[in-house]
């Protein structure tokens, strides 16, 4: 039962910033905030993945980070979404969900570019394909 009633806060967390990245292009700080630290005190209390799959989705958070300082590809928002989901789900889960949302990203932006509603210098809500993802993660495990 517990297992569950995470999946569903945790979709509805995503989903909720979701709406206000699509808004606003941008997620409030106080809000990243309290997920990150809802997050991490979950990590700490329940510990599910032991301590090498903390420090390796730690080293993957730092690697987006650097990743991020030179390109600036991702929103800060975004590369912190994926560590709420490390905390939570398990390193294997983030990244799993990582691909897929850049992989729904590209597909989906693609075809938007060839209709002509996005430009190529546009930017793109990442959250939401970080949700839908996610959604899909949970219901397919």
Known sequence: MENYLLNVILIVILFL???EDIRHKSIR?????ICICISISYSCF????????MIIGILFFCILLWIN???????MADIL????LNCV?????????FGMAITLA???????????????KSTIPFIP?????????????
Request: proline share 0%.
């Open 17 to 19: 910033l979701s709406i």
């Open 29 to 33: 700080l106080w809000e990243l905030i």
């Open 46 to 53: 329940f510990n599910l993945y032991g301590l090498k799959h």
């Open 69 to 75: 300082a030179g390109t600036k590809c991702f929103g």
């Open 81 to 84: 979404v994926i560590f709420i």
């Open 89 to 97: 789900k398990g390193i294997i889960f983030s990244m799993v969900v």
């Open 106 to 120: 590209a597909v989906v932006n693609l075809f938007l570019y060839i209709r002509k509603k996005v430009q190529l």
């Open 129 to 141: 394909y970080i949700s839908i993802c996610t959604l899909g993660a949970i219901i397919c495990v």
